[in-house]
């Protein structure tokens, strides 16, 4: 791993080899940054490796981190019990002693290498010659958008971190300190207005930009970032912009959110561009990560499965259409969207030996997978093995943005707009108005996220921040030895699958702490690296 100030001074001619795939010539060695960005197709190209930089297009740099966040909650298990899982589990199951996670510490070196990479763009692209001076502006508020993104990212798991705003050399950051977290949300939040004030709306995009960051998504991710600072007013004012420049819309059927055959829809305000190429090793990881191991030549790696107690909060609420497109479960006779469930039984041997869909309860902890992010079996890549598929991950969408903009309004006592935003996301599943108001209305909402945004990396950091009746973060009464997870799971009523797999113990969260575990531990070889100048989070030694 490479420590903080040693990515900062990365040679641009690395820089430009991650992104090579998107140029049309290969990198010479006599490029370097006083001379690269000479015409509007080099600052393109660069602003592509921006982009590039929200996975990396692996499953090992980014992806399996935001499946191990919603291990942390009480929806995933770490899921995969025939391999080894210290890495997750030190995690996931709050054993304090995660600071040398390797996870964590990829996901943390990712990215600040991001953020070198729109720092590089944010100071070059200006001096570039460029003639369409509205194209260069909208590049750089391309990389303002996606700057902010990467810290957003490092903020909500880690607190306060380092900021770094240009592509500085390492004498210039030795003795970096942590900024407090309000000073990195301060950044965040300049940045996303400048990006709002340039960059396009969805509709003024080419086809061919369709995926390039827009006024929409910076304004929704702007009023994420106040609403994680509990500025409520802030929130409901930008979130509100959002709903009423009349952008984006929910899509009429929940199932097509997540379909392949949906990509950049009406509901999607930013998402991930997955083109597969076997060839370039391009494409998204997630679908693989999370799927099914008893697949046979369909075989997935089985981290990060569904929590029977995620299915009995969709149960309890009624919700037999988000429920199925959520989780599938072993023994379902039918997967929603699957339109070759038998073909698909049968490229698997039958293993249940009646026709059924099987998620080995030997080798799956809840004997459940993620339906959100499977990909149909006449969608899949010959070579399906290959951590590579072509879904889009969506990152930010509009059902996000109404359920944000209801939390908003109910603190601020506005119960009637908190009502009619959440009751449009419940009527696309057919699901009764909610007429409750303050406390009653704050639960509901909080409710409607969980199932709304299930399994889509919100989870932990809603439970974390929301403020329970008894004055605690609601995680701290979820887990813990008498949290409620933690008691279902090891209680008489407990999950039979759940229950009778024990490679993965059901006592996870019985050794949270609250003064420790509301944040992750900043990667142990930064601390060490920086000779101390970088401070650890509480509670972590």
């Not at 030795?174 to 990006?195: C, H, K, N, P, Q």
């Not at 070889?525 to 920086?530: G, H, L, N, Q, V």
């Amino acid at each position: 791993m490479k420590p903080l100030y040693t990515i900062l001074a990365f040679v641009s001619a690395m820089l430009l080899v991650s992104c090579s795939d998107f140029l049309e010539e290969d990198v010479r060695g006599q490029e370097n940054l006083d001379n690269y960005f000479q015409s509007e197709s080099d600052a393109e190209s660069f602003i592509t490796g921006c982009y590039n930089a929200i996975t990396y297009h692996g499953w090992w740099q980014v992806e399996n981190f935001w499946i191990l966040t919603d291990m942390c909650s009480d929806d995933l298990w770490m899921g995969n019990t025939t391999q080894s899982q210290s890495d997750y589990i030190s995690l996931a199951h709050y054993q304090g002693v995660g600071q040398s996670n390797g996870t964590i510490s990829n996901f943390w070196q990712y990215r600040y290498k991001g953020i070198l990479r729109c720092n590089i763009a944010i100071d070059k692209i200006p001096q570039a010659p460029i003639v369409d001076k509205e194209k260069q502006a909208r590049l750089v508020a391309e990389a303002r958008f996606l700057r902010a993104y990467f810290y957003f990212e490092l903020v909500k798991n880690f607190g306060g971190v380092p900021i770094v705003k240009g592509f500085l050399m390492p004498e210039e950051v030795e003795g970096i300190t942590r900024s407090s977290a309000d000073e990195v949300y301060a950044f965040i939040e300049s940045d996303l207005a400048e990006a709002a004030k340039v960059l396009p709306q969805r509709s003024q995009y080419a086809a061919t930009d369709m995926g390039r960051a827009t006024r929409g998504a910076a304004l929704g991710l702007m009023g994420k970032a106040y609403l994680y600072q509990s500025n409520w007013e802030a929130a409901r004012d930008t979130l509100e912009t959002v709903i009423d420049e009349h952008e984006y819309d929910l899509m009429p059927n929940f199932g097509d959110v997540w379909s392949v055959d949906a990509e950049n829809n009406v509901e999607s305000l930013f998402e991930v561009q997955n083109t597969y190429d076997e060839t370039y090793d391009l494409g998204g990881s997630l679908s693989i990560i999370t799927g099914n191991r008893s697949g046979g030549d369909q075989d997935g790696w089985a981290w990060g499965l569904p929590t029977s107690d995620l299915e009995n909060a969709f149960l309890a609420a009624g919700d037999t259409e988000r429920l199925r497109w959520s989780i599938i479960k072993n023994g379902a006779t039918e997967i929603a969207g699957e339109d070759h469930f038998a073909e698909l039984v049968t490229a698997q041997g039958n293993q249940n030996g009646d026709g059924t869909y099987c998620i080995a309860p030997a080798k799956h902890k809840s004997a459940r997978i993620n339906r959100k992010f499977y990909l149909p079996y006449a969608k899949r890549p010959a070579n399906y093995n290959q951590p590579k598929v072509p879904l889009n991950h969506r990152i930010l969408r509009y059902a996000d943005v109404l359920l944000m903009y209801a939390e908003a309004c109910n603190e601020l006592n506005d119960d009637a707009n908190a009502r009619t935003a959440l009751n449009k996301v419940r009527e696309r599943v057919h699901l009764a108005d909610v007429e409750s108001s303050g406390n009653d209305l704050r639960k509901a909402i909080r409710n409607e996220r969980r199932l709304e945004l299930a399994l889509e990396n919100h989870r932990i950091y809603d439970i974390r921040r929301w403020t329970d009746d008894n004055g605690k973060k609601m995680i701290c009464n979820i887990m813990g030895p008498d949290g409620s997870f933690v008691k279902y799971n090891t209680g008489p009523n407990a999950d039979k699958y759940e229950k009778e797999n024990q490679y993965e113990p059901s006592d996870k969260g019985t050794t949270f702490l609250e003064d420790r575990d509301l944040l992750f531990p900043i990667p142990l070889y930064e601390i060490t690296m920086s000779n101390g100048s970088i401070q650890q989070n509480p509670g972590w030694h």
